[in-house]
C-alpha cells in the first residue's frame, strides 16, 4: 500500500524568502506524485504533478517540485514567497496499475504555511 | 466548466438527525471520490465510484455512512445517525479515469458539517 509523510506541520516565513516543503513518500511500485494547495475555506487545488520524464517539475504560482527516487522524496520549493501563499499543502500520491492502491489519491497530513510581512 | 459542486455548503445540526450531503461531479468524470478532512485525522478517503459503482468502501467509518451515486451526475454521502465527532468537512472529487496514470483529480468547495 502507499502512503505520504509530510514532515513539517508547520513552516512560518518571511515574505520574499525562500521555501522548502518536504515529502516522502512510500511504494511498491511506480508513483505518480502531486502537490495542492487549500486556501482558508476553499477546496483542494492542483500546484503540480509529476509523471515521468524530468525530476524537476514547474507548477503554477512560480512553485516547482522535485522528484528523487532514492530518496522517495518530492520536496515542494518556491524561491520568493508572497503573503498569498498562505495555504495548507498537501502532498499526494497514485500507483501505477499493479499497485494495490491503484485509483486512489493517498494523501500526507498537510504542511500549513504562514507567510510573515 | 462549473467545476464539482457540493451542497449544502454548511450545515449545522442536532446529534442523531440524519445528514445528506450531494454532490455532481464535473460532466464526463466517470470516477468519483468522498473525503473527510479533520485536524486529527487529515484527508482520508471514505469511498469511490467509477461509473457509478463503488470500488472501494474501505475507508468508510462505520455503518451509519453511506453513500450511493444513482447516475453519471450525482452522488449522496450520508451519515444516519450523526454524531458529534462526525463533525468535518466533506470533500467530494472527480476525475477522468481515477488517480490512474496520473490524472488530475478535482476538488469541490466542501461541505462544512457541524453535529452539536
Known amino acids: 500500500a502507499q502512503s505520504v509523510t509530510q514532515l513539517d506541520s508547520q513552516v512560518p516565513v518571511f515574505e520574499e524568502a525562500p521555501v522548502e516543503l518536504r515529502c516522502n513518500y512510500s511504494?511498491?511500485?511506480?508513483?505518480?506524485l502531486f502537490w495542492y494547495v487549500q486556501y482558508p475555506n476553499q477546496g483542494l487545488q492542483l500546484l503540480l504533478k509529476?509523471?515521468?520524464?524530468?525530476?524537476l517539475v514547474k507548477g503554477i504560482n512560480g512553485f516547482e517540485a522535485e522528484f528523487n527516487k532514492s530518496q522517495t522524496s518530492f520536496h515542494l520549493r518556491k524561491p520568493s514567497v508572497h503573503i498569498s501563499d498562505t495555504a495548507e499543502y498537501f502532498c499526494?500520491?497514485?500507483?501505477?496499475?499493479?499497485?494495490?492502491?491503484?485509483?486512489?489519491?493517498?494523501f500526507g497530513q498537510g504542511t500549513i504555511l504562514t507567510v510573515h510581512p | 466548466d462549473a467545476g464539482v459542486i457540493q451542497s449544502p455548503r454548511h450545515e449545522v445540526t442536532e446529534m442523531g438527525q440524519e445528514v445528506t450531503l450531494r454532490c455532481k461531479p464535473i460532466?464526463?468524470?466517470?470516477?468519483l471520490f468522498w473525503y473527510r478532512q479533520t485536524m486529527m485525522r487529515g484527508l482520508e478517503l471514505l469511498i469511490y465510484?467509477?461509473?457509478?459503482?463503488?470500488?472501494?468502501d474501505s475507508g468508510m467509518p462505520e455503518d451509519r455512512f453511506s453513500a450511493k451515486m444513482p447516475n453519471a451526475s450525482f452522488s449522496t454521502l450520508k451519515i444516519q445517525p450523526s454524531e458529534p465527532r462526525d463533525s468535518a468537512v466533506y470533500f467530494c472529487?472527480?476525475?477522468?479515469?481515477?488517480?490512474?496514470?496520473?490524472?488530475?483529480?478535482?476538488f469541490g468547495e466542501g461541505s462544512w458539517l457541524t453535529v452539536v
Open positions: 472529487a472527480s476525475s477522468l479515469l481515477g488517480a490512474a496514470a496520473g490524472n488530475t483529480i478535482y
Open positions: 511504494s511498491s511500485v511506480s508513483v505518480y
Open positions: 509529476y509523471l515521468s520524464g524530468s525530476t
Open positions: 499526494a500520491v497514485s500507483e501505477d496499475p499493479g499497485g494495490t492502491s491503484y485509483g486512489k489519491l493517498t
Open positions: 460532466s464526463g468524470h466517470d470516477y
Open positions: 465510484f467509477n461509473n457509478n459503482v463503488p470500488i472501494d
